[in-house]
């Protein structure tokens, strides 16, 4: 399997994150991405591609142009008035408040499209964005070529992105984008199938009224996990999109017979859609030891989930999304793809 | 003119506040309230009276219930699960996510409440708000009572506390529990009149459908100052509350000249409205000295805003709100009371 992958991802490091009362060292951080290029050396699962660069007519058709005009000037706009540390905003337009208006200052414009603390900018911020974004659709194209799969080790990922807002580490939605752009080359049909500890938000609401793009997502339950506002059950689609949105919320504590249970769900609802490509959001925080997720899936279960993915029998696209135990990032997230490769 | 004041405001103190990417100690701190206390006593305003108890009816008419019961469990709920420092929210319910589903974690309901990291927790802060609204409406009683003024000594603040969301310093909002207490004793129209540098969100969005108490707001523009989302100057109100509701943002720099313009078109509109009482929302971060704030008012300008207040001739309870120069505050909200006084 061939991987698309950038250095410019390690840009984007030392930023802080707004968690639980404190300001934190962001858990997404370069390591996370260098363990898992590492381990694909190790392995020997195939080439690592650097990605092309690709213009963002597709990014414009599943993110606001306000939106995608902001995250290239977020770091120079907050320098320019004299600040360090990290971008982040400090007030956000939740309900009661509008959000017709964009403000001008640019913290407020950051909380104007952001709904946490969790998307900060440094200087190298947008550079990664832009080559997470640019080796997402490289691997898109390679799929889009003829390749059974490939890997888009992306970074920052991109699943907590939404139409307009940011959070979650995430800035451009990479799978959305990827998932754009398949249809424009011709894909009539694209299943994202969203196995992140946590609810893809932003890639669920960017989707949520279209009918052409089916949203599979694989959660904890956001009663009791971040992102908290959405990802419930009764969430099915609205509009074109009714019946193309299905959530799988699952509690703290969830091991592989639960889970696997609602990847077989998911997988029957997959195939059903008979989509022509399916995008793979993947994060390995369902991992038992990951920092700040519960659930408890062991390192022997991730290789029976690209197996799984590969019984489905169509072109994939595999998109990095989340996973913080870094050490063992690279042995959990490499094991789904030889499980694929060994299907 | 008699000053109604709980010391229980001091157990809300040492909490953060998250502030341009950061977690600094939050600028709304007890020493505020003890400024003006002593100013009061050093130049013989009148009597300072604890507040008497009141139950949460009226703030139930202003309040969701959900928020309301919320308030007193944060602390506990935060300490139960083994944390310390400042109960803060890391994550809001923007636009594109759910406002109508509140989640269990207290982190969660936090951010579902809020619409910023500003209204942060302690052990002490639900007494020190339930103090709070308990003097805005032991003032209330005093002016329904016969009393030509009252100075309600809230601390903490509360008029960017909306009928389900905390944020800026502010949990219940005392001036709007006050006009609504004011309506349910009797009166048939209340003005709020809020000439604290910032919006007053909360109070606009509470009454925003309402005939019966108009809402006038003198503030930074929110395009480029906190909060932000809120306090343009089209938002005229909505069904009943059309036309009830007037804001004038002003520019960063803004003088008495320019300010007291808006405070003359602002007491015309009043005038017209013909209101039983006027509630003032006090806030004296006006001041060209103020550490957070950008305006441009100088200690001369408090005591006209006072005699100008004074010559709407209406029953009047004085709300205090923000006001941030600690050493200063004293004299500029006292110079208000004098002034009122002098008329
Ligand atoms: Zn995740
Ligand atoms: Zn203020």
Redesign the interface.
């Known amino acids: 399997m061939k991987t698309v992958f950038s250095p410019k991802h390690a840009g984007h490091a030392g930023n ?1 994150e ?6 934190l060292p962001a858990f997404e951080m370069p390591s996370r991405a260098e363990f898992i290029r590492g381990r694909i050396e190790t392995v020997g699962l195939g080439p690592i591609l650097a990605p092309e660069p690709f213009d963002l007519a597709s990014a414009g058709k599943v993110h606001d142009a306000g939106y995608l005009n902001f995250l290239p000037t977020v770091w120079d706009r907050w320098a320019a008035e004299g ?1 360090g ?4 905003p ?10 017709d ?1 964009p ?3 640019v ?2 414009l950051h ?2 499209y ?5 998307a ?1 900018f440094v200087a190298g911020t947008w550079e990664a964005i832009k080559s997470s974004h640019d080796t997402a659709l490289t691997a898109a194209a390679l799929v889009n070529g003829g390749e059974r799969a490939v890997f888009a080790l992306c970074r920052p990922p991109g699943h907590h992105a ?4 940011m ?1 979650g580490y995430c800035y451009v939605n990479n799978a959305a984008v990827a998932a754009q752009w398949l249809r424009d080359q011709g894909a009539g049909r694209v299943s994202i199938l969203d196995i992140d500890y946590h609810h893809g ?1 932003g890639t669920q ?1 960017i989707f949520y009224r279209r009918g052409d793009v089916q949203v599979l997502n694989l959660h904890a339950d ?9 990802g ?1 059950a009764d969430e099915r689609g609205e509009g074109e999109g009714e019946g193309f949105n299905h959530n799988y919320p699952m509690p703290f504590g969830t091991a592989w017979e639960r889970w696997s249970e609602a990847l077989e769900d998911a997988c029957a609802r997959l195939a059903a859609f008979t989509p022509d490509v399916v995008v793979v959001s993947l994060g390995v925080d369902t991992f038992e030891k990951d920092p700040i997720s519960k659930f408890r899936l062991v390192t022997e279960d991730f290789p029976k989930i690209g197996r799984r993915i590969a019984a489905l029998g169509l072109p994939t696209l595999i998109v990095m999304e989340g996973g913080y135990a870094v050490e063992e990032i690279g042995v959990n997230a490499v094991g789904v793809l030889t499980g694929f490769e060994d299907a």
Chains 1, 2 share one sequence.
């Open positions: 802080l707004l968690l639980a009362g404190e300001m600040r540390g990290t971008a982040l400090f007030a956000w337009p939740t309900r009661g408040l509008r959000g208006v403000p001008q200052a913290e407020a909380g104007y952001s709904f946490d603390g969790g900060g939404g139409s307009s807002f959070g938000n609401q956001p009663m009791v996990e971040y992102p908290f506002f959405l419930h």
